[in-house]
């Protein structure tokens, strides 16, 4: 073999890869017609960019190129976040729900004192509308309590009195009289007589709406002053 043949013999991989320039080419296809040598190489070679053309681009450059360290993974996040947003939401609905049971039930106990049904045996159920403390309009030694009870269209009034003691001049025997002022009206409803530690209820039903009551009254029959009185 000559050094001319020698020194293309390192050209048959470039020849069938097509990396030769074009004056290299056409000088290197010249040789081959009178090198055998060549030619033969040239034959082994031939299937060579076929072959390379089934490999990716990946696995060739790992081929030819040092690997490089692979990236640290970063771990994957959104369903980890995605997660605990909707928990967050979750806790701000049941909040919510709580809160809303909160004060619906606070609605309930606060309107139980301004409607309070009560039945007794035998009787339809009834409905409390007021009840409250009298206030002295003098100085007395009574205190007493009232309350109106919706019965149908009539009103139940139920009044407890006690007589505390006999200063200021009260003697031991004072007589008292309940009213019911509705407008221009005063109806008398009872009296009693009462002295120290003198207890009683006054129980007594009239045909009116507790709407038609505007206030009720215990007024001294002596005097004929309203002594205790409640504004419905």
């Known amino acids: 073999m000559t050094d001319l043949a020698d020194e293309y013999s390192t ?3 470039a020849y069938v890869l097509g990396s030769l320039g074009a004056a290299e080419r056409r000088e290197y296809e010249a040789h081959l017609r009178d090198c055998p040598h060549c030619q033969e190489a040239i034959a082994e070679l031939a299937g060579m960019p076929g072959m ?6 990946d696995t060739a450059l790992s081929m030819v190129a040092s690997p ?4 640290p993974r970063v771990p994957d996040l959104l369903p980890s976040l995605a997660a605990a947003a909707q928990r967050r939401r979750t806790r701000r609905r049941m909040f919510g729900i709580g809160g809303a049971v909160s004060a619906a039930a606070a609605a309930v106990v606060i309107a139980v004192p301004v409607a309070v049904s009560v039945a007794g045996s035998g ?4 409905q409390i509308v007021a009840q409250q403390q009298m206030q002295a309009l003098e100085q007395t030694p009574i205190s007493a309590q009232v309350k109106l009870v919706r019965d149908g269209e009539r009103t139940r ?6 007589y505390g003691g006999t200063s200021n001049g009260y003697g031991p025997s004072w007589n008292y009289r309940l009213v019911v002022t509705m407008g221009d009206q ?3 409803l009872d009296q009693w007589p009462a002295g120290p530690g003198t207890e009683l209820t006054v129980d ?3 045909d009116a709406p507790p709407e038609a009551i505007d206030a009720v009254e215990i007024t001294s029959m002596e005097s004929g002053r309203t ?3 409640a504004e419905v």
């Open 11 to 13: 050209w048959d991989a």
């Open 52 to 57: 390379l053309g089934l490999v990716d681009r």
């Open 68 to 71: 490089e360290p692979e990236p």
């Open 204 to 206: 007594r039903t009239i």
């Open 123 to 126: 009787t339809p159920t009834e």
């Open 227 to 229: 002594v205790l009185v």
């Open 186 to 188: 005063r109806i008398p």
């Open 157 to 162: 009034l139920v009044m407890t009195c006690s």
